[in-house]
């Protein structure tokens, strides 16, 4: 039971090129969830995902698309890469808020991503 | 829109005292409020849950307050050892779960 993966680990981009970065849960979690990490800031969710072929925006959404094509991955891209998106981030999934007597979030190790 | 504040400075203690952290939050009423532990290069860990009906939570070293008219909730570590040495992070159920920007602790041997 590998819980969440992310792949990449790091990654360093230059202005303009794209990427996407694969989250993979093996819990049959519903939910998924993309946050980035910076300094001072905490956590801030970018997208979520309440199931399979869903997507919604979170805090921070513009500039980064998702897709949850299967239940177990959940992928974030960038189109356009800028400076401001270097960050930390991480990946998350849950059971259905309330269900399974647990509210917990399981987090991947997060990706490093560098815009140069 | 919420707010959430955790100790800005980070928490240097003697192993063996109790570490007590504090997370206070604006705009909101939230039903619960969680807690995570974070070490460097990992993801969070989720720790523990207390809910709005609870005054106190606890889980072996650990002890959780919620109190809901001064909104704030605060996280001891009791006995503290060098392996408790992490970033902490308090998180509330708003646009799914928004966290606070953690606090660090070092523990001293």
């Known amino acids: 039971n590998a819980g969440v993966t992310q792949t990449p680990k790091f990654r360093v981009l230059k202005t303009g090129q794209s990427m996407t970065l694969l989250c993979a849960q093996d819990?049959?979690?519903?939910?998924m969830y993309w946050y980035r990490q910076d300094p001072g800031m905490g956590l801030r969710l970018i997208h979520y995902?309440?199931?399979?072929?869903?997507?919604a925006k979170g805090e921070v959404p513009d500039g980064y698309n998702v897709s949850r094509l299967k239940k177990q991955n959940f992928l974030l891209g960038l189109e356009s890469a800028a400076p401001s998106q270097t960050s930390v981030y991480f990946c998350?999934?849950?059971?259905?808020?309330?269900?399974?007597?647990?509210?917990?979030?399981?987090f991947g190790p997060g990706t490093r991503l560098t815009v140069t | 829109s919420q707010k959430i504040e955790q100790n800005s400075e980070a928490l240097n203690i003697q192993e063996g005292k109790t570490a007590t952290l504090t997370c206070n939050y604006t705009?909101?009423?939230?039903?619960?409020l969680q807690w995570y532990r974070q070490d460097p290069g990992r993801g969070p860990v989720f720790l523990l849950l207390i809910r709005e009906n609870e005054k106190e939570k606890r889980k072996e070293r650990l002890k959780v307050t919620f109190d809901t008219t001064l909104k704030q909730s605060l996280f001891h570590i009791t006995a503290s050892q060098p392996a408790d040495s992490a970033t902490y992070l308090c998180?509330?159920?708003?646009?799914?779960?928004?966290f606070g920007a953690g606090t660090t602790v070092t523990v001293r041997a």
């Open positions: 998350a999934s849950s059971w259905i808020l309330g269900t399974h007597q647990t509210y917990e979030q399981y």
């Open positions: 819990m049959n979690h519903e939910y």
């Open positions: 998180a509330l159920p708003e646009n799914k779960l928004s």
């Open positions: 705009n909101y009423s939230p039903a619960y």
């Open positions: 995902s309440v199931g399979e072929g869903t997507t």
